[in-house]
């Protein structure tokens, strides 16, 4: 029988925290997308499933909330459950909780079908019929509507190099979300903790290819923008709380 929700438990090393002693937002990030891929192979809908018929999937939106983040040596789990699919979307929300059970964040993400030949959208029919939907609430509001930054913006370049692409050759997520990050100076950090990130991605960006980081304070928000050759390729928010965590 096909499991409308799976979980994940994990532990904390010292070496996979980031210099507050704590879970960094990248490691969070990989750490959805491994138990989603998990889930979706589980499902009969992973990546070796849907390759067959030339299809793989990427990751469009993703939002997160964190109440806290877990410290070394602490155990904590991921749960996640599909709240809706059809032939071009799937959206997949997630809890993750510590030790105890006791949620201390949600995420919600967005996945589309693309076919791996063309890059452009896929259909998903073949695989939808049976799919477990669950209706679990996911407490923390969907996906906001991303304005662009201003003329205000402090802009940074970056080319992208080996190190940041993935096995679709396309840059990995992940490594987006670290070269935003890498804007603001360690004592930010010291004195600040991600409560909510928001990021939706337009196009793919590649080897070699150079970036402008738009990056911009606004309504109390961490706005940004990566632009390629003037179009957006993602743009990102961050709602920033004081880091209270010993």
């Keep these: 029988m096909k499991q409308a929700k799976y979980t994940h438990r994990y532990f904390l090393t010292a070496g996979e925290c980031d210099a507050t002693g704590h879970m960094p937002l990248t490691l969070l990030i ?8 998990e889930h979706a192979n589980e499902l009969g809908i992973g990546y070796a499933d849907l390759k067959e018929c030339g299809i793989g999937w990427v990751l469009s939106r993703l939002s997160v909330e964190m109440d806290a983040y877990p410290g070394i040596n602490d155990s904590y789990s991921v749960t996640t459950w599909i709240e809706s699919l059809n032939k071009r979307f799937s959206s997949r929300n ?4 510590d030790a105890a059970g006791v949620p201390i964040g949600y995420a919600r993400t967005l996945w589309a079908p693309i076919n ?10 073949p695989f ?4 477990p939907v669950c209706d679990n ?14 003329t205000d913006a402090a802009v940074s370049h970056y080319t992208f190099k080996y190190c940041d ?35 939706g991605f337009a196009r793919e960006c590649h080897f070699s290819e150079t970036v402008a980081l738009h990056l911009e304070e606004k309504d109390g928000a961490s706005l ?7 179009e957006r390729v993602l743009a990102a928010r961050f709602l920033w709380r004081k880091n209270d965590m010993s």
């Design 94 to 97: 997630m809890l993750i909780a």
């Design 116 to 125: 791996l030949a063309t890059r452009g959208l896929a259909d998903l029919t």
């Design 128 to 131: 939808v019929a049976d799919m």
């Design 30 to 37: 990989e750490r959805l997308i491994e138990v989603a891929t």
């Design 224 to 230: 940004c923008e990566l632009l390629r050759n003037g």
């Design 137 to 150: 609430a996911c407490p923390i509001a969907p996906y906001p509507r991303m304005p662009h930054t201003g």
């Design 165 to 199: 692409l993935d096995f679709n050759r396309h840059v990995n997520t992940v490594r987006y979300v670290s070269l935003i990050l890498n804007q603001w100076p360690l004592e930010h950090y010291d004195a600040n903790m991600v409560g909510r990130f928001d990021i």
